[in-house]
């Protein structure tokens, strides 16, 4: 290339020394002047024979070439044939450029085990660039001023190197690597599509704020999809409604400072949005953990908000998706929806300390539950007279059948109810009915006492005149009795006084009695039912009515009652009446009852009536049988009785009294009962189905006691029944239509 240059510079320079026009009359060579100034020589056919002289050259023309030949005969092509080789183009010595025009032009390389094309760049420069690729001119509408094409995923696009070590790689797959250095943007956006791994990043200048900004629909999003975590430094900004979010891991903030805060979020949403919104997919974990190990005296957790403005919201709201579980509003009102039958605050130490205020229950109960040996304890301590009881259980509902205090203790040994010790002069227990009433004010339901007393009263007392240890002093007009005692059901015990037993082992009081009634305006005494026994002579002073039971006890075979009448009868008079008032009967009661210890005495007739002369005419011998005239009946009842029974499903009770239930369903499609009880031995009881309420109906019959089953069921068809005998202990089904015994 070189020698190339020199001799065109000898073309320049040579024709400025020759004349225009100039020609070697010995050769063919032409120098030519203005305007053409060119060198016209013949094209030989071959090379030139001979060499050179010593020190010489000579250039000459051939098949479309010129030709260089130095003085040892070598010839060398200054314009090659076809293309020149890259590897024949010399070094420049001086600038210069390259103008392709409209063309373009295409690098083909083939080795495979070489860098394909390589720049060296050996100077020390200085601000300036080892390459510039520069659209310089024209108004290009699209296109890449450098594009990398990889046909092959294997090989990577781009390698950085500095000192033999690779500071960036360009990936096929477009992963960018560094492995040294910092991305600096001092202006301008970084637009990231995939996802961008980096170990640090940092705004450009120190006085500048890294801002990481989403597009309009998407955010920022910086995650860690392997190890490790993601620091952020000083200050981090995201800008209005956008949002930072940590696809996996943890946001980690350490800060070193004793006096700044770790954490500081800042939020202008009002009736939208939060501060924080915090959504967790936490199964057994936390969500949210708080660890103050060395915290002597501050907060854990300070939620600050002015009273003024706080008015409907909340410090903390517990939401189950559905409905609130726990709030903590202004003042501190705390709201526990709670759920039914489980505990919602457990304390397992300590105490619940209230200086003011009340506890105040809506709904539900005050559940105290220990199994400890504990007192629980309502104490007051009021320096003065005081106008309020220290504990006052009320029942404000009108319509209440409850009680407004229940006291149970289980205890079975020496346990109490309630106890109550009293040191002033007014009464320890004051019961007062607030209204009209029909209640009981003092309910003792009793169990089995065990041979204890239900009110016990002990201790010395000193009553006054007209008082008593219990002074019942009632000033109404009362419909019932000022005590009653009423001993219901069970077997009393074998001994006198049962109910009321007076034992007076006091010293002797001439002239005073146990007992006094002192009945202004009415009866004293009155026994509507039952025995009075007189162990002792009494003295009746204004003579004896007796409504019940009179009960002579006779110890000798010589004694008799006996009732004479001398004076005439008026109409419808007797010389004995027993005369029952009583419009419904329902018990299984006798107006006369004549009873024989001894059942097999056949001479122990019941009853006998005579005429004048002496004749039977009704008698009743001891086997039932009755006498009238002398002729003998069937004995039992002369007439049969019944009753209209109505089943139900609750359950009804069978008369024993009759012989006949007719039996009506209620109508109501479902099975009635009826139950039966005990009778008396040789008792016959019919049931007849007479009316069915409606169809489906069914009833059970269940008596007390029963052989062969426990029960017989009919459908309810009109003509359905059956017959029962009882024979001492158990009723015996002895006829039996339509009915399932089971």
Request: net charge negative.
């Amino acid at each position: 290339m070189k020698k190339i240059l020199a001799f065109l510079v000898l073309l320049i320079v040579i024709p400025s020394l020759l004349w225009a026009g100039l020609e070697d009359r010995a050769s063919l060579i032409q120098l030519t002047k203005d305007p053409n100034n060119y060198i016209l020589g013949p094209e030989l056919s071959a090379n030139p024979a001979g060499d050179p002289l010593s020190g010489w050259w000579r250039l000459f023309g051939r098949a479309n070439n010129l030709y260089f030949e130095d003085d040892t005969g070598t010839v060398t092509a200054l314009l090659p044939a076809g293309s020149t080789a890259y590897d024949d183009i010399g070094d420049p010595d001086g600038n210069g450029a390259i103008d392709f025009t409209d063309y373009y032009s295409t690098w083909d390389f083939g080795d495979t085990d070489h860098d394909m094309f390589t720049i060296w760049f050996t100077g020390a420069f200085g601000d300036y660039s080892g390459m510039v690729l520069e659209q310089k001119t024209g108004n290009p509408t699209n296109g890449t001023l450098l594009e990398l094409k990889l046909a092959d995923t294997d090989p990577d696009f781009l390698s950085m190197a500095a000192g033999g070590v690779e500071k960036v790689n360009v990936a096929s797959d477009g992963s960018i690597t560094l492995s040294a250095g910092d991305i600096t943007l001092t202006s301008g956006n970084l637009s990231v599509g995939g996802i961008w791994s980096v170990d640090s990043i940092a705004a450009a200048t120190a006085t500048q704020t890294l801002t990481l900004d989403g597009n309009s629909t998407g955010g920022v999003s910086i995650g860690v999809t392997s190890t490790g975590n993601i620091t952020l430094g000083d200050d981090v900004v995201v800008s209005d409604g956008y949002n930072v979010t940590v696809g996996e891991g943890s946001v980690v903030i350490d800060n070193d400072s004793t006096t700044e805060t770790a954490l500081t979020i800042t939020s202008d949403a009002t009736a939208s949005g939060g501060v924080a919104d915090i959504t967790s997919a936490v199964t057994t974990g936390n969500s949210i953990t708080v660890t103050a190990d060395d915290m002597t005296s501050g907060t854990m957790l300070l939620l600050d908000s002015t009273v003024d403005g706080l008015t409907s919201g909340k410090y903390v709201r517990c939401y189950d998706g559905a409905a609130d579980d726990f709030t903590i509003g202004k003042y501190g009102a705390a709201v526990i929806a709670g759920n039914a039958s489980t505990d919602v605050l457990t304390i397992t130490a300590g105490d619940v300390q209230i200086t003011a205020g009340d506890i105040d229950l809506d709904n539900g109960n005050l559940m105290i539950d220990t199994i400890q040996d504990l007192g629980h304890n309502i104490s007051r301590n009021y320096a003065g007279a005081g106008t309020h009881p220290a504990l006052t259980v009320a029942e404000q509902n009108t319509s209440s059948t409850s009680y407004a205090l229940s006291v149970s203790n289980a205890g079975t040994g020496n346990a109490g109810g309630v106890s109550i010790a009293h040191c002033g002069d007014n009464a320890a227990l004051n019961l007062s009915a607030d209204a009209a009433r029909t209640g009981d004010v003092i309910n003792i339901v009793m169990a089995d006492q065990l041979a204890e007393k239900a009110i016990n009263i002990t201790g010395a007392a000193t009553s006054a005149t007209d008082e008593g240890i219990i002074d019942v002093h009632p000033t109404g007009n009362m419909a019932g009795a000022l005590l009653r005692l009423d001993y219901d059901t069970g077997t009393p015990a074998a001994i006198d006084g049962y109910i009321i037993e007076i034992d007076d082992d006091s010293g002797a009081q001439a002239g005073k009695y146990a007992v006094e009634i002192n009945s202004e305006n009415n009866e004293a005494l009155y026994v509507s039912k039952g025995a009075s026994k007189f162990a002792e002579v009494s003295n009746f002073v204004g003579g004896v009515d007796v409504d019940e039971d009179v009960d002579i006890d006779f110890d000798a075979s010589d004694e008799e009652v006996n009732i004479t009448n001398s004076a005439e009868y008026g109409a419808d008079g007797a010389q004995v009446t027993i005369y029952n008032s009583d419009a419904d009967v329902t018990a299984n009661a006798y107006l006369l009852r004549l009873r024989y210890v001894d059942d097999g005495q056949t001479n122990a007739d019941f009853i006998i009536c005579e005429d004048n002369d002496g004749d039977d005419m009704l008698a009743i011998n001891a086997l039932g049988d009755i006498v009238m005239g002398g002729a003998t009946g069937t004995g039992g009842k002369l007439v049969s009785s019944f009753e209209d029974l109505t089943a139900t499903s609750d359950g009804v009770a069978a008369s024993i009294v009759v012989v006949t239930s007719f039996v009506t369903t209620n109508g109501d499609g479902d099975e009635d009962a009826i139950t039966l009880a005990d009778g008396t031995k040789g008792q016959i009881k019919i049931f007849v189905s007479t009316v069915e309420g409606a169809g489906g109906d069914s009833y059970k019959i269940t008596p007390a006691h029963m052989n062969g089953g426990t029960k017989i069921t009919f459908d309810g068809v009109v003509g359905d029944g059956c017959t029962f005998q009882f024979d001492g202990t158990s009723w015996n089904v002895i006829s039996n239509n339509g009915g399932t015994i089971s």
